[in-house]
């Protein structure tokens, strides 16, 4: 297939004629980081920023770590540097940047992360989140060492338009994007400490709902069930492409069921283990292996069974399914689980244990308000992630049109 008029191959793929394809090296230059010693670190002094502090291609204040030594001005970061992380014990994150503007004066930068300092930074701090230099990353990255050099990082091409006004309107483009990414994130960070606020007044009963009057009990987990809290069955089963959905922990996601990267077992095998263990719809889920604390309700009819990972509760009469599954995510039940596993040698938790976690409750009309306005709390909050997650997706898109000039902004 031909390139399409007006437009040429490159080592970066298709750009406009009039682009041209420039290493990192020839359009500015790559810093290294500061070495310190353990002994430098004090409670105040010059802040070395770290990997931690670039979140979501963002600044992150949060973990901060100052050092009390001479720092070269050189590496003293400036606005408009792009701060990459180059070396991490997860190699996902080799790559990730943030563009560094006034909040960052008076800042240096430590030996795991480089800076590229250019006057094309607000072009080349979207040309790192995309997938033109995401690629090169990878391409360089050593087989054990998850480690990028300053060799590799100034040997990266890059497609540039040819008018400061060009690279200009895509890079404001991008960062309009961005900044309304930036403010949705603060919108669902409020959202979550408003939920986590309502969960903590609302379910210790700290704070009554308008009508409701009258002591709230407290009591063990097993004393709430319909039938007695069981898990899956403690065998490997055979798996199948097709069959009855299987469930382990890495299917409760988010505090939901994830239907994603499924196992199936035959119906046979889900007759016999039926016997033990049969989700239905109310059912709550807690994870008890592996990763301990995920919780998660059944809301539909699915059939569907579960491994030993897995617990299942049912609850009886005194207390509905959905504010079991509020309380298990509550700072008191966690902290419980949290003690529980860490008395195990395994890091698990056991189903004797499950069983003595206590839950405090209300009475059933009580419980059923309080659940209402945490479900609407997580509607909201539902509706907001996904907002993101399509804005993610839309910048990704317009990343790939911008930046190799498939669409021109002239």
């Known amino acids: 297939m031909g390139v399409m008029s007006g437009y040429k191959l490159t080592e970066v793929g298709v750009i406009p004629k009039d682009w041209s394809v420039k290493k990192l090296g020839e359009i500015g230059e790559s810093l290294i980081g500061l070495t310190y010693r353990p002994v430098d670190v004090r409670q105040h002094g010059v802040l070395v920023l770290r990997s931690s502090n670039v979140q979501h291609n963002d600044l992150c204040f949060e973990g901060n770590v100052f050092v009390e030594v001479d720092v070269p001005q050189r590496i003293m970061v400036q606005n408009g540097d792009i701060l990459v992380c180059v070396r991490n014990g997860s190699r996902e994150l080799i790559g990730k940047c943030a563009l560094l503007d006034d909040r960052a004066n008076g800042m240096t930068f430590g030996a795991f992360m480089a800076v590229f300092r250019s ?12 997938g033109i230099i995401k690629r090169q990353i990878n391409e360089h ?37 961005d900044s309304l990414l930036k403010s949705l994130d603060h919108l669902i960070t409020k959202k979550r400490n408003l939920k986590q606020a309502a969960m903590q007044q609302l379910l210790t009963g700290q704070v009554r709902l308008p009508g409701f009057v009258g002591q709230w009990s407290r009591n063990e987990l097993r004393c ?46 889900d007759s016999i283990f039926a016997k033990k263990c049969k989700p239905k719809r109310g059912d709550v889920l807690l994870g008890k ?35 079991l599954y509020y309380q298990l995510l509550s700072a008191d039940c966690i902290n419980q689980i949290r003690l529980l596993t860490n008395s195990s040698s395994q890091g698990n938790i056991g189903m004797g244990d499950i069983k003595k976690i206590q839950v405090s409750y209300p009475a059933i009309e009580e419980q059923i308000a309080i659940s209402n306005i945490l479900a609407d709390l997580d509607a909201e909050l539902a509706k907001l992630e996904a907002r993101r997650e399509k804005t993610a997706l839309l910048k990704q898109g317009m990343m790939q049109e911008l930046l190799t000039g498939k669409t021109r902004l002239i």
């Open 119 to 130: 006057s094309h930074g607000k072009l080349l701090n979207q040309l790192f989140q995309s």
């Open 141 to 177: 990255l050593g087989a054990t060492i998850n480690q990028i050099t300053n060799k590799s990082l100034n040997s990266f091409y890059v497609p540039l338009p040819p008018t400061n006004f060009e690279r200009s309107a895509i890079a404001e483009t991008l960062s309009d994007v």
């Open 224 to 269: 709430l069930v319909s039938t007695p809290i069981t898990d899956g069955p403690h065998l490997t089963p055979k798996f199948y492409d097709t069959g009855v959905p299987f469930l382990s922990v890495n299917n409760l996601v988010d505090n939901r069921i994830n239907l994603n990267d499924l196992r199936y077992i035959s119906k046979e095998d």
């Open 289 to 323: 292996a592996a990763s301990v604390g995920k919780v998660a309700i059944v809301e539909s009819d699915l059939d569907f069974n579960i491994w030993s990972p897995i617990a299942l509760v049912r609850t009886g009469n005194q207390m509905t399914p959905r504010f």
